[in-house]
C-alpha cells in the first residue's frame, strides 16, 4: 500500500475511534489488507490501537491476520485482554505464530489461551514452544505437505485438494512409511507426469534440509545460496517434523543485519532502543560506561604527560585528531569484517590474507592522512615544524594500530565463539584510547627533544 | 553444504587443478550443486577457480548454474574469457541474470555475447539492461506465467504443462487480452475448482504490483511485509512485464543492511572493501579526511585556548572522554535511527517523538556518566574539584548534544531525499569535534575562572 494511503488508514481509524464509530472502524478493517491495518495499530496511540484491536475481534479470523502480522511490541496490543477474548484468535493462528507470541505473554495469560485452544492444537503449540527462539525449531511451521513415496501423481492431486492446511504449499515432500524424508517435488512438476506414475519416480531424492537444532542465521544462509522457497526441517531419526518458508527468512535476515548494527553501536535490540526509556538506557549504558572507562584511562595516562604539556601547552590541541582519526579507521576496518563474517565471506582461515589486505589499504590512507595533517597544521594552526611531524608520526602508528585492531579483534573474538559484534565496539574503543594517547605523548616526547 | 564437505569441495578442486586431472574436476562439478562449485571458486585463487571454470564450459548448462550462483566479482572469473566461449553459457542464463553480468563486462565481450546469443533473447536481455539496476524493472525476470482470464481451469492446467519457461511459477498471473494485469491464482486453487470453471471466476483480483521504476529496497519492504514468494511488475500502462521472486528479494536485503553499515562506517560496498586495494582507499578515504577536517578544527579551536591549557595542564587530559562519550551517544543514537528509516519504523512524522525518546534517554545516561566520571576522576586521576564539577558538566551538555545530533541529522538527511546512512557519520563526526572541544573548554573556563 502506498504510504499516502497508509497515512489514510491510519487518520480515518483515528477519527472513527475517537468519534465512536464503532461500525465504520469495522468495515475499514475488513476492507483493508491485515498486513496494513497491522502497520496502522502500530502508529495508533497506544488506547487508540487497543480499541481498534477489540472491535475486529468480533472476527477472528481477520484479528489472527493482524495479530500475526503485527510488527511492533504485541503485549501492548493484546497484553491485557482476557484468555476468553483471545482463544478464537489464538485457534486461528498459525501454530507457528501461536508459539512465538505465547512466549511473549505473561504466563496466566499464556496459560489460559493454551487451555482454551483444542487440545490437538495445543499439543503442536507447545511442542513448537520447546524449541530454542532462535534455531530452525523455534522459526519452522508444522503445517507441510508430505505424501507417502509410494503414491501416484493423480492420488497426491486428489490429496492436496482435500487437505485444506497445505494452503501454502508449493513443494510436496515425500516421505517413506516412518515419515523419513525422502525427496522433494514442486507442485508443477506433479502436473507434468503420466497421472499413475508413482511419487518415488518423479521426484528429487538430493533434498537440501536442516536438524531442528540449527541455527537461524545458518538457514537463512541456507535459504539464501540455495534460492529455496521452503526448507524442510527434520529431527534426530531424520523424520520431517516441519518447514520453514522464505517469509520467515526474510524476518531473520532483516533481524540479523538489524542486530549486527545496533550491536556494534551498543545500543542493544532495537524494539528496545525505541519503545522503553529504561530498556534503552539499560542497553545503551554498558557500551558507554566502557567507552567512560577508556577516557578516564587516557586521562591518567595524559596525567603523566602534564610536565610536557606544561612546557608546549600545543599538544592538547591534536589528541583530538589522534584519536580520531585512530578510531574512525578501526570503526572502518571492523565494520567490513564483522558484515564480511555475517555475510559467510570471511571465514577464520582468512585471518591473515584480511589483514594483509587492510595493512595495504591503511599504509596509503595514513600517509595520505599524516601528510594533510602535517601540512595544514604547518600552515593553518600555526604548529612548529617539530610539532607537525610529531602529529604525522603519530597518526602514522596509531592509525595502523586502529585498522589491525579494527580486523583482528572480531575475527578473534569469531574465531573463539564470541559474536563479533558485541566484542568489537567496546574493545576497540578502549584500545584506541588508551594506546593512542600514550604512543602519540611518547613520539611527540621523541621529536619535541622534551 | 556444512562447512566441512564445502571445504573438502575446495580442497579437492584445488588439488585436481594442480595435477590436472581435468576428469576428476569435471565429474566433481557435475557431482556437486551449482552453488556449491560457485562458493568453492570464489575461495579459489584467481588462476584455479578459471581453470576449474574452464574445463565446465564443457557443459553450458552447468556453467550457467556456477555464473548465476557465483557472489564474487564475476569478471575475475570471466573476464578474460572469448565471446565464442561465453556465449553459450549465456544462452542457457535467465535473461535478468544475463542482463545483470553484461553490465559488469567490458564493452566489447558484452557486445560480442549480445550478437551471439538469439535474436530474441538478446531483444529481451537489451530491454532489461534499459531498467536502472535498483529498480524492479533492473531485479525483474521476464519469464513469468501469465494466461488469459477467459481460459479454464482445465485449459490452464495444459497451458502449465506445455509451457517450459514456466519453470519457478508458483502463481498464475491473469491478464485481459491488453495484457493488464487483472488477478491471480496459486497452482494450488488452480487444482481446487471444477475443470470448467474460468479463471476470472476463481481468481484473486485484488493483485499487489509494482512499477518498473519501483525501488529494489520498496520492492523488498513489500514482499516482506505482505510474505509475498513473487511480486508481479507492470508498465505505466498497467501491462504486466515481469515479476520479482523472493529469492532476487533476499538478495536486495542483505545488500541493503550490508550498504547501510558500510556507509556509516564510510568504507563504501563490501566488494569493492575486501578486494581491491586501491578501491578500498578511494572509497574510505573520504569519511576520514572529513574526520581529519573536524580534527584539524578542533586544534584550531584548542589553540584559542593555549593560555587557559597553560595554567591548567590538565584540561588536556579530559579532552578524549568528553569527545568519546559525546562521540559515542551520537553514534548510537544515529545507529538506531538509520536502522528505523531503513526498516519502515521510523517515518518523518515521527521526528518529534523520535527526539523527545532520545532525550529522555540521554538525560539518564548523561547523568549517570557524568556522575561517575566525576566521582572517579577526584579519585583516581586526583583531579581538583573544580576540574571534575567542570568535566561532569561538560559531558552532561556534550553527550546531550551528540545524542541530539544523531537523532536529528538521520531524520532530517531523510526528509530532505539524501541517504541517511551517508551523511550521518561525517556530519556527526565533525560537529561533535568541533563543538565537543568548544563546550568543554568554555564550560572549564567558567568553573575554573580562568
Same mark, same amino acid.
Given at each position: 500500500m502506498p504510504q499516502d494511503r497508509q497515512q489514510l488508514l491510519v487518520t480515518s481509524l483515528r477519527r472513527f475511534v475517537r468519534r465512536g464509530a464503532n461500525d465504520h472502524v469495522r468495515r475499514l478493517v475488513e476492507k483493508a489488507r491485515a498486513e496494513d491495518v497491522a502497520a496502522a495499530l502500530s502508529e495508533l496511540m497506544y488506547r487508540e490501537a487497543r480499541s481498534v484491536f477489540e472491535l475486529t475481534l468480533i472476527d477472528p479470523v481477520s484479528a489472527a491476520g493482524i495479530v500475526a502480522a503485527y510488527?511492533?511490541? =504485541?503485549t501492548e496490543l493484546? $497484553? $491485557? =485482554?482476557t484468555g476468553e477474548q483471545l482463544v478464537p484468535v489464538f485457534a486461528e493462528l498459525a501454530p507457528d505464530d501461536a508459539a512465538d507470541i505465547l512466549q511473549e505473554l505473561d504466563e496466566d495469560l499464556r496459560a489460559a489461551i493454551l487451555d482454551g485452544i483444542a487440545d490437538e492444537e495445543q499439543e503442536v503449540v507447545e511442542e513448537l514452544m520447546q524449541? *530454542?527462539?532462535?534455531?530452525a525449531g523455534g522459526i519452522m511451521s508444522p503445517d507441510f505437505f508430505a505424501l507417502d513415496k509410494e503414491l501416484t501423481a493423480r492420488e497426491a492431486i486428489v490429496a492436496l485438494q482435500e487437505n485444506?492446511? @497445505?494452503?501454502? @504449499?508449493f513443494y510436496v515432500y515425500c516421505v517413506n512409511e516412518e515419515g523419513t524424508l525422502v525427496g522433494v517435488l514442486s507442485l508443477r512438476q506433479l502436473l507434468m507426469r #503420466? #497421472?499413475?506414475?508413482q511419487l518415488k519416480d518423479m521426484m528429487v531424492s538430493d533434498v537440501i534440509s536442516v536438524p531442528v537444532s540449527q541455527d537461524q542465521e545458518d538457514v537463512a544462509r541456507i535459504v539464501a545460496k540455495y534460492d529455496l522457497i521452503a526448507l524442510p526441517v527434520t529431527d534426530e531419526f531424520n523424520k520431517l517434523v516441519g518447514i520453514i518458508t522464505v517469509d520467515d527468512v526474510i524476518d531473520v535476515l532483516r533481524d540479523e543485519a538489524t542486530e549486527d548494527m545496533m550491536l556494534m553501536a551498543g545500543v542493544g535490540d532495537e524494539d528496545v532502543a525505541l519503545a522503553s526509556t529504561i530498556g534503552a538506557v539499560r542497553t545503551r549504558l554498558p557500551w558507554l560506561l566502557a567507552a567512560a572507562g577508556g577516557g578516564l584511562g587516557a586521562a591518567v595516562m595524559i596525567g603523566f604527560f602534564e610536565g610536557e604539556l606544561k612546557m608546549? @601547552?600545543?599538544?592538547? *590541541?591534536?589528541i583530538p585528531i589522534v584519536m580520531g582519526l585512530g578510531g574512525n579507521i578501526g570503526v572502518q576496518a571492523s565494520t567490513i569484517v564483522v558484515r564480511g563474517i555475517a555475510m559467510g565471506?570471511?571465514? *577464520? $582461515?582468512?585471518f591473515l590474507s584480511a589483514l594483509w589486505h587492510e595493512l595495504k589499504v591503511v599504509a596509503i590512507i595514513a600517509v595520505i592522512c599524516s601528510t594533510l595533517v602535517a601540512g595544514l597544521s604547518l600552515t593553518?594552526? $600555526? @604548529?612548529a615544524v617539530d610539532m607537525a611531524g610529531a602529529v604525522a608520526t603519530s597518526l602514522l602508528v596509531v592509525m595502523t594500530l586502529g585498522a589491525l585492531l579494527g580486523t583482528a579483534v572480531p575475527m578473534l573474538s569469531h574465531r573463539f565463539g564470541i559474536d563479533p559484534a558485541v566484542a568489537t565496539g567496546p574493545i576497540l574503543t578502549t584500545a584506541i584510547d588508551l594506546f593512542g594517547v600514550l604512543i602519540y605523548f611518547l613520539i611527540a616526547k621523541a621529536w619535541l627533544g622534551i
Open positions: 510488527e511492533s511490541d =504485541l493484546i $497484553g $491485557g =485482554l524449541y *530454542a527462539e532462535d534455531s485444506e492446511d @497445505a494452503e501454502s @504449499a #503420466p #497421472p499413475h506414475t608546549r @601547552a600545543q599538544l592538547a *590541541a591534536f565471506q570471511l571465514e *577464520a $582461515g582468512k593553518m594552526s $600555526g @604548529a
